[in-house]
Structures are given as C-alpha cells and as structure tokens.
C-alpha cells in the first residue's frame, strides 16, 4: 500500500511538473496563431461577404472549400485577407486542392501572395502582373512552346517591387528565386504547403505524399519583404482547366529578434535564379522577315530543282529518239 502510494505522489508530480513546463512554454512563445489571417471550416458569412476576407472572380465559398475556379475554361478567382499583416515573422500553412477531368491538358495553378494591392483580377494566375510583394506559383500548366528543364506540377516563387512582369511563354523561370517540382494534382488526401519566412529566409514545404511531414521544396536568403501587406489566394483558367480549392490558410507568428528593426521599404531578393535558354528562344529567333525568307529561298530552290529535271528529261528522250533513228 505503501509503494502505492508512493508512486501515486511520484505521477503527481510529474504531470504537475509537465503542465508547468507546458504552461510556461507556451506563454514564452510568440509562435501562435494569428486569427485575423485565418481561414479554416466552418466558414462564416454567406454570399458575397465573409469576415475578414474578400473574394472575387469565379470563387465560390461552399461548406467544403473555397473554389477560386470550377473547372471551366476562362476564369479567374481570388480570396483576399481584408487585414494587413504587421508581424515580422511568419509561417502560412494552406491547405488546397487541384483536380479536374483532365488527364493529360489541364491549367493553369494557383498563385499565394503576399502582395501590397489585393482584389484585382489579372493574368498572372488571377492576379494583376507588376505587383509588389512575394508570391508562390502552384503552376500545373506545362507551356507548350518548349521543353521544360523541369516537369510540372511546378512550385516557384517571385519577389517584385512593382517594375517586374511574369512572363508565362518562359513560366517565370526568368524572375524566379527558386523552384522545385511537385505532383500535387488529383490527389485523393489533403496537400499542403507551408510558406515561413523568418529573418530575411524565405522557405517553403510541402505536404503532398500523405505522410504528415514538411518536405522542403526550397530555400532562399536575403529576402526583404515589408510590413503591411495582405495575404490571398488566387487562381485562373485558359483554355485549359481545374478545379483550385483553397481548404484552409493558417498564419502564425514567429519569435522575432530583439534588434530586429521593422521593414517598411520595398520588396527585394539579393539573387535569383540564372537564366534558363528554351528551345523556343532558339525558334524565335526565325521569326518574322527570317521565316518569309526562308520559305522565299525554299520555293525558288524547288522551281529550278524542277526546272533542272525538265530539262534532264527532255535530254534524255531526245538522245532516246536519235538512237531510234
């Protein structure tokens, strides 16, 4: 009874000494989650409103997901976080969904930002080109004018300070910071992608293969992106389609330095990727008054080819009728 006891005091304190432990880890952390930039079920609002956030486009709010697109050609859609984010480190977690009918032909991806101007539609996966901020392309569409040095489904990220244009015939691999592949479409589990930036590092994982852990897709330094800005989402179809489901976006805030200043400048990276030649850029340089007179050369080529076998073959009959003779 004794020894009893006495194990019963010993187990006592030790779960008093882990809620202690528990209790003071948690309120020494400033990693947490921040709820005016989250997005999770059960949705609240109805229609065209809902609390925090703004939609526009094609999106759909249902009880499920919010679809930025249906799998129709043609459309654009985005979700917009209406609070800016004024913390100096964090981590996004979004839960999202590709899937559609196509097999082989589908488009084009989502796009997560982090951008100064929100709620405008435009042709960068949705969203208006020559933003300012940082945005992750979730890019399924392979552009057909080339080959790729990658296979897609296709995740990158972009910095811009407003000057910058995403050019989709080289799918942004010439503003890019980096980039990894990812078969993230038509899956029949959740996918996921966790985009933490932390003391000027920017680095994103993704959650694809159902093993519920981070695998790390890439990481970038010397990422300076101010405070201010807004969150969202944003999608797009041509004439190819999919569904683009956002399920969930979770932000939390991460322990900052104490010497660390606030960033009110303009978005910069220090380095982005090199340059990647495409057999298209090779192409390209044939166009124009090249391909006419290419085809020129190519039709008088082939009139004194012909005009050189007429008069073979008259030769030869006539030689024929002499020896008739």
């Given amino acids: 009874m004794a020894v009893y006891s006495y194990m019963c005091t010993v187990s006592l304190a030790v779960a008093c000494f882990c809620l202690f432990i528990g209790v003071f880890a948690e309120w020494n952390t400033n990693d ?5 930039h989250t997005l999770v079920k059960p949705y609240q609002g109805s229609g065209a409103s809902m609390p925090l956030w703004d939609f526009v486009g094609s999106t759909l709010v249902t009880n499920n997901h919010v679809r930025l697109t249906p799998d129709h050609q043609s459309r654009q859609g985005a979700i917009w976080n209406t609070q800016p984010c004024h913390t100096k480190n964090w981590e996004l977690h979004v839960q999202f969904a590709v899937h559609g009918s196509g097999t082989t032909l589908f488009g084009d991806g989502i796009a997560i930002w982090y951008a100064r101007e929100k709620n405008k539609l435009g042709n960068v996966f949705g969203n208006t080109d020559f933003f300012s901020g940082l945005a992750i392309f979730m890019d399924t569409y392979s552009n057909h004018n080339g080959p790729h040095n990658h296979e897609h489904p296709y995740i990158s990220a972009m910095v811009n300070n407003g ?9 942004g691999t010439h503003t890019q910071l980096a980039g990894c592949e990812a078969k993230f479409r038509n899956k029949d589990y959740g996918t996921y992608v966790a985009i933490r930036y932390h003391n000027e590092v920017l680095k994103v994982s993704i959650d694809i293969d159902n093993k519920n852990g981070w695998k790390e897709c890439f990481e970038v330094r010397g ?4 405070l201010g800005y807004y969150f969202g989402a944003s ?10 489901d956002i399920i969930s976006m979770k932000l939390y805030e991460l322990d900052s330095p104490e010497e660390q200043q606030e960033y009110w400048g303009l978005p910069s990276a220090e380095v982005y990727d090199a340059p990647r030649a495409r057999v298209e850029d090779v192409r390209s340089s044939m166009s124009g008054w090249k391909i006419f007179l290419f085809i020129i ?29």
């Fill in 235 to 244: 999608a797009t179809t041509g004439q190819l389609a999919d569904n683009h």
């Fill in 223 to 226: 990422i300076k992106l101010p």
């Fill in 163 to 171: 000057s910058l244009t995403y050019d989709h015939d080289r799918d």
């Fill in 297 to 325: 050369l190519t039709i008088i080529g082939l009139g004194v080819c012909g005009v050189v076998g007429y008069l073979i073959f008259n030769k030869n009959n006539d030689y024929s009728r002499k020896r008739f003779y």
């Fill in 32 to 36: 947490y989650l921040r709820r005016e």
